[in-house]
C-alpha cells in the first residue's frame, strides 16, 4: 500500500499564474514532510519541508501547507515560471531526522511561456 | 565536479549477470542511501548506511547487497539480476541536523536495464 500518493501524474499552468501540487498520505506517525525537484537526466534535488507541527512553511515562491486532519500537504509556486517545469516528489518521513523517506509517485509540472 | 558521483551512467546487462553500481561523495557526510526509482512509485529505498560500520535494509532490498567501503564510497550490487531490477538508481547522502527533516543530496542516477 502506498503511503504517500500524489494523484496528479501531471500538471499544466501558464507562466506567471499559480501552481498547486497536492499530495496524501496514509500514517498518521509522519513528522516531516519535504518535497524534491527532479529535471531529466538529474538527481532529485530538495526544495522545501515541513514539520508535522507546523501548517505551513514558506521559501520565496514556494509553500507547502500541511493539514494533518484530512492527511493532506499541498505545494504553491507563485509565479509560476518556465524553469519551474520538472517533476516533483512529495516525501515523508516517520523515522525522525533521516533520509530514510517515503516517496510519492511524482508529478510532472509543465509552465507554459 | 558533482558531490554525488554514480558510475556507470547507463547499464545493460543480461539476466543472472552479478553487477555493481558505484557512488562516491565528496560532501564529507556521514550517511549514505540507494534508491531505485520505477515509472508510477516514486522512489523506494534500498539499502541505508549511517556510517561506516552501519548498514540497513530499506523497504525493497531483496536481490541487492551493499558495501560501505569508506566514509566516500557506497556501492550497490545485484548478485544475479532479473529483469525486473531495470530501473533508475539513485545514490544519496544526508548530513544530520540541517534543519526541518534531513536533505537528501543526491547522484545523476544509474539507469540499469536487465535483459
Known amino acids: 500500500d502506498q503511503q504517500v500518493k500524489q494523484n496528479s501524474p501531471s500538471l499544466s499552468v501558464q507562466e506567471g499564474r499559480i501552481s498547486i501540487l497536492n499530495c496524501d498520505y496514509t500514517?498518521?506517525?509522519?513528522?516531516?514532510f519535504l518535497w524534491y525537484k527532479k529535471y531529466p537526466a538529474e538527481g532529485p534535488t530538495f526544495l522545501i519541508s515541513?514539520?508535522?507541527?507546523?501548517d505551513k512553511n514558506e521559501d520565496g515562491r514556494f509553500t507547502v501547507f500541511l493539514n494533518k486532519s484530512a492527511k493532506h500537504l499541498s505545494l504553491h509556486i507563485v509565479p509560476s515560471q518556465p524553469g519551474d517545469s520538472a517533476v516533483y516528489f512529495c516525501?515523508?518521513?516517520?523515522?525522525?531526522?533521516?533520509?530514510?523517506?517515503?516517496f510519492g509517485q511524482g508529478t510532472t509540472l509543465q509552465v507554459k511561456p | 565536479d558533482a558531490d554525488v558521483t554514480q558510475t556507470p551512467r547507463n547499464r545493460i546487462t543480461k539476466t543472472g549477470k552479478r553487477i555493481m553500481l558505484e557512488c562516491s561523495q565528496t560532501?564529507?557526510?556521514?550517511?549514505m542511501y540507494w534508491y531505485r526509482q520505477d515509472p508510477g512509485l516514486g522512489l523506494r529505498l534500498i539499502y541505508y548506511?549511517?556510517?561506516?560500520?552501519?548498514?540497513n535494509k530499506g523497504e525493497i532490498s531483496d536481490g541487492y547487497s551493499v558495501s560501505r567501503q569508506a566514509q566516500a564510497k557506497f556501492s550497490l550490487s545485484l548478485e544475479s539480476a532479473i529483469p525486473n531490477q531495470t530501473a533508475l538508481y539513485f545514490c544519496?547522502?544526508?548530513?544530520?541536523?540541517?534543519?526541518?527533516?534531513?536533505?537528501?543530496?543526491f547522484g545523476s542516477g544509474t539507469q540499469l536495464s536487465v535483459l
Open positions: 516525501a515523508a518521513s516517520d523515522s525522525g531526522n533521516t533520509g530514510k523517506l517515503i
Open positions: 500514517n498518521s506517525m509522519f513528522d516531516y
Open positions: 544519496a547522502t544526508s548530513d544530520p541536523g540541517q534543519g526541518v527533516g534531513e536533505k537528501l543530496f
Open positions: 548506511s549511517f556510517d561506516v560500520k552501519d548498514i
Open positions: 560532501k564529507g557526510h556521514d550517511r
Open positions: 515541513i514539520s508535522s507541527i507546523k
